[in-house]
């Protein structure tokens, strides 16, 4: 059992239904699930599910923040949650699980002041000591927080911890530019792509790319290798890559081999598409669909479109 510390500054109380909606009509259902939300909390709760020692840092205000902090404990992580005046955004999913399809009302974020940016920041220092691991995910809340990743970046640095980001937009793009770069970030095609192109992602030693069920490019320090994830049904693909990158993790802390670490990784990802609910997925159903992971080494010195194939990595 390892001990991983996630990182969500913009914690959302999620309210997910299983539902097709139809939109000017009343929508009736049996039960609306309340749902911690938020990246870094969907890889944290896939990391409780394996066992793993869970302390779960975020930003939380007002009755919807004490909701998220019940939820945390109730999966089983640590809630090191920093009071906010404002209160944890809300949000709205309804997944179809017949037809597929999902529909989301989100809060975009919440206020967060100078003080309790200050605050999450010395929090997690004061919780870094016994960490393996310290994963930073999703956006900001506020515009505030500019900084905050840089300054958590240069925080694990100085304490010897490392740090993956998985983050875009302008909080990527601050993670990227600063003198600690993360030690990993995973990346969507979106997030990596044209409108992103700007960033500085190479800077990182290791770089996923995932695309959905699309080929996944990874480059690592000891080498670069294509995935191809299983082929499932797709139900709802929304945490897909905060599965992926908890999955990893396990895997990494676990020992396993770089090939059956992204076999692992993929699966994981493909295993949440396939239901209805977010980050969810047991370890038996990721154990099932690795075996139909493909994992190829390639010859490509980074994640641009690659054109040659090599062989299956060691
Ligand atoms: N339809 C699918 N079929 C099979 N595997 C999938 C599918 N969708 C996602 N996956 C798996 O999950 C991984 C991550 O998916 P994706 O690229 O959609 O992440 P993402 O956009 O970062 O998701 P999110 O940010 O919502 O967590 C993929 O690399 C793949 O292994
Ligand atoms: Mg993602």
């Not at 390892?2 to 299983?18: K, M, R, W, Y």
């Not at 749902?35 to 009755?63: D, E, S």
């Not at 090191?80 to 949000?91: D, F, K, S």
């Not at 990721?286 to 690659?306: F, G, Q, Y």
Request: proline share 6%.
């Amino acid at each position: 059992m390892s001990t991983i510390l996630t990182i969500t500054a913009n914690t959302l109380l999620d309210h997910v239904v299983d539902l097709g909606l139809t939109l000017g009509a009343v929508n009736r259902v049996a039960r609306i699930e309340p749902t911690a939300g938020g990246k870094g909390l969907n890889v944290g709760r896939v990391l409780a599910r394996h066992g793993h020692r869970v302390i779960a840092v975020g930003f939380a205000g007002g009755p919807s923040g004490d909701q998220l902090a019940d939820l945390e404990s109730a999966e089983d992580m640590e809630p090191a949650l920093v009071p906010t005046a404002a209160r944890t955004r809300i949000g709205f999913m309804a997944v179809d699980g017949q037809q597929g399809g999902t529909t989301t009302i989100l809060e975009g974020g919440f206020a967060v002041t100078a003080a309790e940016i200050g605050a999450l920041v010395q929090r997690v220092r004061g919780l870094l000591a016994p960490v393996d691991l310290v994963i930073i995910g999703g956006s900001v809340p506020d515009a505030s927080c500019r900084g905050l990743y840089r300054t958590l970046l240069d925080v694990c640095h100085h304490a010897g911890k490392p740090c993956w980001v998985d983050s875009y937009g302008p909080a990527m793009e601050e993670a990227l530019d600063g003198i600690h770069p993360p030690g990993l970030a995973k990346p969507n095609r979106q997030e990596y792509g044209e409108k992103a192109a700007h960033l500085r992602w190479q800077i990182c030693p290791e770089l996923h790319l995932t695309d959905g069920g699309k080929e996944i490019r990874v480059r690592h320090p000891k080498g670069r290798w294509r995935v191809t994830p299983p082929t499932v049904k797709e139900v709802n693909p929304i945490g897909s890559g905060d599965c992926y990158l908890a999955a990893l993790a396990h895997a990494r802390l676990s020992g396993m081999a770089m090939t059956d670490q992204l076999r692992y990784a993929a699966a994981a990802g493909a295993a949440n598409a396939a239901r209805a609910d977010v980050a969810r997925i047991a370890p038996h159903e990721i154990a099932a669909l690795a075996e139909r992971v493909l994992v190829e080494t390639s010859e490509e010195d980074d994640v641009k479109p690659a054109r040659r194939r090599g062989s299956e990595g060691k």
